[in-house]
C-alpha cells in the first residue's frame, strides 16, 4: 500500500534563508508525487509533480523538488524564502488507481 | 483552466438536519470526483470516489449511509451529510480529474467548512 510520511509537523525559517520539507513515500509501482501548498481556510493548491519524467521537478513560487529512488524521497526546497511562503505543505502519492494519499503535512513558519 | 469550485464555502446547521455540498468541474468534465474530510490541523483523509452515472466509492470506515454521493453529471457531484451532529463537523474538501487529461491529475475545490450545533 501507498504511504506518505513528511519529517516535521512544523518548519521555521528566516525569511531569506533555504526552505527543505521532507517526505518520504512507499509504493509498490512507480508513484506520481505532488507537492501541495494550503493557506488558511482554503483549499489545495498544486505546487508541483513528479511523473516519471525529469527528477527534479520545478515548480510554482520557486520550489523544485527531487525525486530519489534510492532513497524513497522526494523533498522540496526553495533558495529564498518569502514570508508569503508561509502555509501548509502537503506531500502526496499516487498509484495508478487515481486515489490521492496524503501526508500528515508540515506547517512552515517564516522568521522575519 | 480546470477550475473547481464548491458551494456553499461556509455552513452552520442544526444537528439532526442534513447538508447538501456540491462541487462543480466549470470549465472541463470530469468522470471521477473525490471527496475528503479535513479536521482542524491535520491531513485531508479520502472519504469516498465518485464516478459519473454510478454508485460512489466509499473509504473503509465511512458510513455511506451517512455521507450520500451523488454523481448526475460529468460536471456536477454532490455529497449530503445527513443526520448531521457536532462530530461531522469539518473541511470538506472535493477534487476532480479531467476526462481529457491523463489520470493521475486532480484538481481541488476551495473546499467547505461544515459546522453543526
Known amino acids: 500500500a501507498q504511504s506518505v510520511t513528511q519529517l516535521g509537523s512544523h518548519v521555521s525559517v528566516s525569511e531569506g534563508a533555504l526552505v527543505l520539507l521532507r517526505c518520504n513515500y512507499s509504493?509498490?509501482?512507480?508513484?506520481?508525487l505532488f507537492w501541495y501548498v494550503q493557506y488558511p481556510n482554503q483549499g489545495l493548491q498544486l505546487l508541483l509533480k513528479?511523473?516519471?519524467?525529469?527528477?527534479l521537478v520545478k515548480g510554482i513560487n520557486g520550489f523544485e523538488a527531487e525525486f530519489k529512488k534510492s532513497e524513497t524521497s522526494f523533498h522540496l526546497t526553495k533558495p529564498s524564502a518569502h514570508m508569503s511562503d508561509a502555509a501548509e505543505y502537503f506531500c502526496?502519492?499516487?498509484?495508478?488507481?487515481?486515489?490521492?494519499?496524503f501526508g500528515k503535512g508540515t506547517r512552515l513558519h517564516i522568521l522575519p | 483552466g480546470a477550475v473547481v469550485s464548491q458551494h456553499p464555502s461556509w455552513v452552520i446547521c442544526k444537528s439532526g438536519t442534513s447538508v447538501k455540498i456540491e462541487c462543480r468541474s466549470l470549465?472541463?468534465?470530469?468522470?471521477?470526483m473525490f471527496w475528503y474530510r479535513q479536521f482542524p490541523k491535520q491531513s485531508l483523509m479520502l472519504m469516498a470516489t465518485?464516478?459519473?452515472?454510478?454508485?460512489?466509492?466509499?473509504e473503509q470506515g465511512v458510513e455511506k449511509d451517512k455521507f450520500l454521493i451523488n454523481h448526475a453529471s460529468l460536471t456536477l457531484s454532490t455529497l449530503t451529510v445527513t443526520s448531521a451532529h457536532p462530530e461531522d463537523s469539518s473541511f470538506y474538501i472535493c477534487?476532480?480529474?479531467?476526462?481529457?487529461?491523463?489520470?493521475?491529475?486532480?484538481?481541488f475545490g476551495p473546499g467547505t467548512r461544515l459546522t453543526v450545533t
Open positions: 477534487s476532480a480529474r479531467d476526462l481529457g487529461k491523463s489520470s493521475y491529475e486532480q484538481y
Open positions: 509504493s509498490s509501482v512507480p508513484p506520481y
Open positions: 513528479y511523473t516519471s519524467a525529469a527528477t
Open positions: 502526496a502519492v499516487s498509484e495508478s488507481d487515481d486515489k490521492i494519499i
Open positions: 470549465d472541463f468534465q470530469a468522470t471521477t
Open positions: 465518485s464516478n459519473e452515472g454510478s454508485k460512489a466509492t466509499y
